[in-house]
C-alpha cells in the first residue's frame, strides 16, 4: 500500500466510511460514559488517537518477528505500554482532568477499536501506512467523542467548552459560550440516557447522509439499459 489513492482510502474510511464509532460501534463505553462534556470528550478522544497511532506503528514494526502463537499477547502489551504512557503524561500535565475521567484512562487498553486496528491492519501493513490508519481511526473517534461531547453539553447546560482549562490551562478560563440562559439546565442530556440518545441521532445521520448520495450517484448513472452487465438477476429457490 504505497499510492495516494490507497492513503486517501485510508483517510476516507477512518473519518466516514468505516468510522469506528458510529460504523464499527467499538469502544462504546468510554464514548458513552465521558461525553458529558466538550473538554471530557476531547481529553479522551485525543489519549485514544495517541495510544492507536503508537501501537499501530509498533506493532508494524514488529510484525514479522512476533510468532501466530504470542500475536495477540503482544499486541495487548504494546498497547498498555501505551496506555501508561498517555496516563503518566496526563498526571503530569493535565491531572484535573485525568481525575474528572477517571478509569477510562487505563481502560483505553481495553479498547477493541485499538486492539482491532492493531490485528486487522498493522499487523499486515507497513509503518507509514500503519501510522495514517491509526490518526484516521483515532481523529475519526475522537471527532465522534467531540460531537456527543458538543451537543450533551449544550442540550444539558446550556453551554460549550466550559472548563476548558482543565486541559488548556489558566488562558482557557475565558473560552466559555453560554448559549441559553444562565438557569437553564436539562439533566437528561448528561446522564448516561442522553449519551444514548445523541450516540443513536448521530448513527441515524450518518446513515441519512450515506443512502442520500447512493441515490445521487445512482441518478448520475442513468437508468439500467436492459442487456446491460450492469443488471444481476438471482435464481430463486422453491
Request: aromatic fraction near 8%; include cysteine; charge should be positive.
Amino acid at each position: 500500500m504505497s499510492d495516494s489513492s490507497s492513503y486517501r482510502e485510508l483517510v476516507v474510511n477512518g473519518l466516514w466510511k468505516n468510522n469506528p464509532a458510529l460504523v464499527q460501534l467499538l469502544g462504546l463505553c468510554p464514548l458513552l460514559a465521558v461525553t458529558g462534556s466538550v473538554v471530557n470528550a476531547l481529553g479522551l478522544g485525543l489519549a485514544t488517537l495517541l495510544v492507536l497511532v503508537g501501537s499501530n506503528v509498533v506493532v508494524s514494526l514488529i510484525r514479522h518477528q512476533v510468532s501466530d502463537a504470542v500475536r495477540l499477547p503482544a499486541f495487548v502489551m504494546v498497547i498498555a505500554t501505551f496506555t501508561t504512557c498517555t496516563e503518566l503524561l496526563m498526571k503530569a500535565y493535565t491531572f484535573e482532568l485525568y481525575t474528572v475521567l477517571g478509569i477510562f484512562i487505563p481502560l483505553i487498553v481495553t479498547n477493541c477499536a485499538i486492539l482491532g486496528r492493531a490485528e486487522a491492519f498493522a499487523s499486515k501493513n507497513g509503518v507509514w501506512a500503519s501510522a495514517l490508519d491509526g490518526l484516521m481511526m483515532g481523529a475519526g473517534f475522537a471527532l465522534v467523542l467531540l460531537a456527543i461531547g458538543a451537543l450533551r453539553e449544550l442540550l444539558g447546560s446550556g453551554t460549550l467548552f466550559a472548563d476548558m482549562q482543565l486541559l488548556f490551562g489558566p488562558t482557557a478560563e475565558s473560552w466559555t459560550i453560554r448559549l441559553l440562559p444562565q438557569d437553564y439546565s436539562f439533566l437528561v442530556a448528561i446522564l448516561p440516557p442522553g449519551a444514548f440518545l445523541v450516540t443513536g441521532f448521530l448513527i441515524a445521520l450518518k446513515n441519512a447522509i450515506d443512502q442520500r448520495n447512493q441515490r445521487r450517484n445512482a441518478l448520475k448513472q442513468g437508468p439500467i439499459k436492459a442487456g446491460s452487465k450492469r443488471i444481476r438477476t438471482t435464481e430463486v429457490a422453491g
